[in-house]
Every structure is written in structure tokens, then in C-alpha cells.
């Protein structure tokens, strides 16, 4: 017995047609069309979590497409609106071919990801992953988004083209807060050391290439809202002026000012908030060995108090 019922996602509306499917042999059964996502999900009833196995979606359900689903709802392009959540070791169908993502731990840090499509299969060695793994489409292609977690509090997500299981690009942003559900409005984290160690949120979009492309300059810096090292508290991170300062707007900073981290751009500027709420921006230079940090040639360490730094 099936029962459909749909809802939709993202920005644009995507339907997301869910069908639950009990069986005696407790089978599970995806089906991602182009036009819609359809993701079957089965209940396996007084067992564990059930063994994924692929089924052709012209064999059980053909494509379930919003129309069919409810007449009422507007057939949405999934090319242009949607990233679609693809859980590890779960058998789905997306252009009429079997797609699966899993990742098998190693001895220490390392896995292995396992991406088979089809008739073609990728085996690729990467650090640990838990996020999940994204599909998004642009310019009329398939990509597969996959979040990579390094020892360390480094996160990169690494891209594949679907057509040939090919690795296009790997990002220097990871999706541990979560996977994106709109092509358009993606949230990506990132670490930085300028005037301390944190991770920082950026707003992207996926450009026609299938890349992800930011769309703000600035990160928000999160700070206690990420993984980030050397935080004891969940309260935004603050440093405090040894001396008297002034800003690139000029502002006058007094020694003893708690100026609180708000945003940067990754590079070289780091904006912060005074007392009042008042934006003032730093300009750090870093020296070629990563080192040293220098704002108007002098060293961060004699302008601040309160920095923390990975080790």
C-alpha cells in the first residue's frame, strides 16, 4: 500500500513528492525526476534502519511529477531552484539512472566515497564525511556537492559533474551547518585566522559552471556557532584594544575598547562592532609565512588583547 502526499522546498517551489512503501522484504525506493524530486522512503516496521536497494522508477512508480501529484500545484524546473538532499547509502533515481553516494571510514581520518551513477562508479579517497551530499543542476547539467571534513576544523566541499562522475572543483567551504536546499540561497562555512581563529558563514548561489559563487563578499563571523577551536563560550567572540587606535574610517578607538568580531572578507579586512554598535574595519596584512599579523606595521599582538589562534 502507497500513500503520496507533497510539500515543497526551496525558494521556488520545488514539490517534493513523498510515497512510504512497506513491504515483507522491507524494501526502500527512491525516485529524483527532472521535472520534480520524488524521494520514496520505506517504513520497515519493528526493524532497524533498512538496506537501500535500488528500483527502477518506471518499474514501480513511473515519474511522479507535481501535476500528478497535486493538479493544484505549479510544475517547478528543478534545474533553476533546488539543491536536493542525498542521503549516504541510499539508492535513488535521477534521469532514469541509479545514483548512490556512501562513504566508508578508513583507518584514521581518511574514507573512502563511493559515487556510482548509472553504469559508471567513482572511488575516491577524501577525509571523513558526515553532511550528506547535495544535488543541484545548472546550466543543464547535474552536479553532486559533497562535504569533506579534515582533521582539524577544516571543512571543503568537493564538487563532481554527474555526466562523467568527474571532480571539478573542490571548495574551501564546508556544509556542516547543514545542507542547502536552494540553488539560489546557499550557506557555506568557512575558517579564517585574521585577528583570530573562527569559522564564518558565507551566502552563496551555484553559477551556471555548477560552482558555487558568493554572493556577499562579507563572512559572518559565528564563531561559537561553528567548530571552532579554543572556544569556551558561546558568546561573541571579543578582543580589546591596548592602545589607542583608529579605524580605516578614521574613527578614534580608546585603549581598553571591547570591540566584538562581525564579519570578514577573508582576504585582508576584518569589521568589527564597538560598545555602541558602531562598525569599525582593520586592515591586516599577513606575512608570507602565515606568521605574523601586522595592522599599520604593527604586530596584532601589542594592538589587542583577547586573540585567540588554533594551535
Known sequence: MKKYRTRKIGALGLTLALACSVTACGTKENVISSAAVSVES????????????????????????????????????????????????????FDGQALTASVTPKDGSMSTLTITYGDKRTDEEIMSSQAGACLVRSGGQAFLYIDSAWDNDYHSTLIYRLSDLARVSEVDAG?????????????????????????????????????????????????????????????????????????????????????TLDKTDGESRVRLLDPSGQTVTFTVIVDQDHAEQTIGGVSIDDLFEGLLFAG
Open 42 to 93: 520505506e517504513v520497515e516496521e519493528n526493524e532497524g534502519t533498512p538496506i537501500p536497494e535500488v528500483t527502477s522508477a518506471a518499474e514501480s512508480y513511473g515519474t511522479i511529477s507535481s501535476a500528478e501529484s497535486r493538479p493544484d500545484e505549479e510544475e517547478t524546473n528543478a534545474e533553476d531552484s533546488a539543491c536536493v538532499s542525498v542521503p549516504y547509502d541510499t539508492a535513488v533515481t
Open 175 to 259: 556544509m556542516q551547518n547543514g545542507l542547502p536546499t536552494d540553488a539560489a540561497n546557499m550557506t557555506f562555512v568557512r575558517r579564517f585566522d585574521l585577528l583570530g581563529t573562527y569559522t564564518a558563514t558565507g551566502q552563496y548561489k551555484v553559477g551556471e559552471d555548477g560552482l558555487p559563487v558568493l554572493k556577499d563578499p562579507w563572512y559572518t563571523i559565528t564563531d561559537g556557532l561553528g567548530n571552532t577551536p579554543n572556544r569556551e563560550t558561546a558568546a561573541p567572540r571579543q578582543i580589546t584594544a591596548r592602545q589607542d587606535l583608529t579605524s580605516d574610517e578614521g574613527a578614534s578607538i580608546p585603549a581598553g575598547t571591547a570591540l
